[in-house]
């Protein structure tokens, strides 16, 4: 305990970060089922566009990593909107801005939390609904890596809306408005990595690679992006 | 009882006393109109400020502006010794919400406020904040089940879990029965006991000691 209390900022700064992922995860898993309600969803959407496109096989096979990405990219922005409103609602918004963390790691800490209880488990259960769309199987583990590298950039860009949308009410369409034409390039680029196979033009590392970067990308600016609009807004 | 020495030890290894914390020519705009102008005070170490005036006078613009929460339109708060971070990560600010996770247990939050907002200034155990507050046992409740009363109890004992020398409580008093308002009144005299200092607004009777201040007369 001495220890701690000598030392400089960092490890009470570790602690303080640790105690609000371990906050996301407890309150992410306690609402509503949590992490398997993303799945339904997804599972959800990739029965209906199977419905919608009838039972060409072929066809379905063909478009299949298309659907999953879209099923995803919708499924991860599902609760997304919420990420710092029940923050914002409750009050503890206003704790998390005067405890002295940086915000730009209070988003990123809330991020990850949000991706391991909704990306994560969507890019594990891809290869399971891919089989459902007849996807090739030499697809099925393109489809499942380009979810695990592109998620990421998805739920980091929706923080960004998130943090914009915090004071409203109902803001779930705007924050829908404002994010989905900013998922466009992970969109994409996860769509190309996920359908590079052996009868593709691209090998599977050039799009791949890209998912990656923009992944990348968005690690390093979304934090400060939503922390700047959560500053705005909040005050 | 509150341990005093073992506060008090806490707080003089840290060295977390602000010895005077003054504002002056404050003023605060939202939404285009100006909530309240030119508005000044001086505290010291111990002292406390009770403000008070009609709803809508500004009451709570004055502690979300001290704590951080508004931007100024003008004026300045300042503090001697300007030292251990800003004014908002030495103050605690109580709002009209309580700041709880209604899915966690009363102790889950406060565990949680502990890590967060401590940066290893000492404070009390989590349990004995309960027990201070009545609330030991309650503690492994989530925090939906409490009733109101109970809930604000919950984050008033975050003031005791983690020690800031100044408190903003806005309402402080709000929901609670009469034996917990004699509680948290003896709580804030311990606080000012020590030198800290309390800044509330208020309708009720706080029984704080110190300068009151009366907004909306001249709004």
Request: some cysteine.
């Amino acid at each position: 305990m001495k220890n701690v209390e000598d030392a400089p900022e960092s490890p009470a700064l570790g602690s303080s970060l640790y105690a609000l992922f371990v906050r996301e995860m407890r309150t992410g898993r306690r609402i509503g089922g949590g992490t398997s309600l993303g799945v339904v969803f997804f599972l959800i959407l990739v029965t209906l566009s199977a419905f919608a496109v009838g039972p060409d096989l072929a066809l379905l096979g063909k478009i299949a990593p298309a659907i999953l990405w879209i099923s995803g990219l919708l499924a991860t922005l599902l609760g997304l909107d919420r990420l710092f409103q029940a923050d914002h609602e409750d009050g503890s918004l206003d704790l998390l801005l005067t405890s002295g963390t940086p915000l730009e790691l209070i988003v990123l800490v809330k991020c990850l939390a949000h991706w391991i209880l909704t990306g994560l488990p969507l890019a594990a259960a891809a290869p399971f609904f891919g089989l459902m769309l007849d996807l090739p199987t030499n697809q099925i583990w393109s489809v499942t890596l380009s979810l695990v590298a592109g998620t990421p950039a998805l739920t980091l860009i929706g923080a960004i809306g998130a943090a914009l949308t915090v004071s409203l009410r109902r803001g779930g369409l705007l924050f829908a408005v404002l994010i989905l034409p900013l998922c466009v390039p992970v969109l994409i680029f996860g769509v190309a990595a996920a359908g590079a196979g052996a009868d593709s033009m691209v090998p599977f590392a050039t799009p791949f690679l890209i998912l990656c970067a923009l992944t990348l990308i968005a690690i390093a600016g979304a934090p400060f992006a939503a922390a700047f609009a959560l500053r705005q807004t909040s005050t | 009882m509150i341990d005093e020495s073992a506060i008090s030890a806490a707080r003089a290894a840290c060295g977390l006393i602000i010895m005077r914390l003054s504002a002056s020519q404050l003023t605060v705009e939202r939404g285009g109109r100006t909530v309240f102008s030119n508005l000044s005070f001086e505290l010291d170490a111990g002292g406390s400020l009770t403000v008070v005036g009609p709803n809508g006078a500004g009451k709570s613009t004055l502690l979300r502006a001290l704590a951080g929460l508004l931007p100024l339109a003008g004026g300045t708060i300042s503090r001697t010794p300007l030292s251990g971070g800003t004014l908002a990560e030495q103050a605690h600010y109580i709002g009209h919400v309580d700041a709880l996770k209604g899915l966690l247990t009363v102790a889950e939050n406060l565990v949680f406020l502990a890590a967060m907002l401590d940066a290893g200034h000492g404070g009390m155990p989590v349990e004995t904040a309960l027990a201070e507050l009545g609330l030991s046992h309650a503690a492994n409740l989530p925090v939906i089940y409490l009733s109101a009363g109970q809930k604000r109890r919950a984050a008033l004992a975050k003031l005791l879990v983690v020690k800031r020398p100044v408190w903003l409580l806005d309402e402080p008093s709000t929901a609670l029965d009469a034996a917990s308002q004699a509680r948290i009144a003896e709580i804030m005299a311990a606080h000012l006991a020590q030198g800290g200092m309390i800044v509330a607004a208020t309708h009720a009777k706080l029984g704080l000691p110190g300068q009151e201040l009366r907004l909306g007369a001249f709004a």
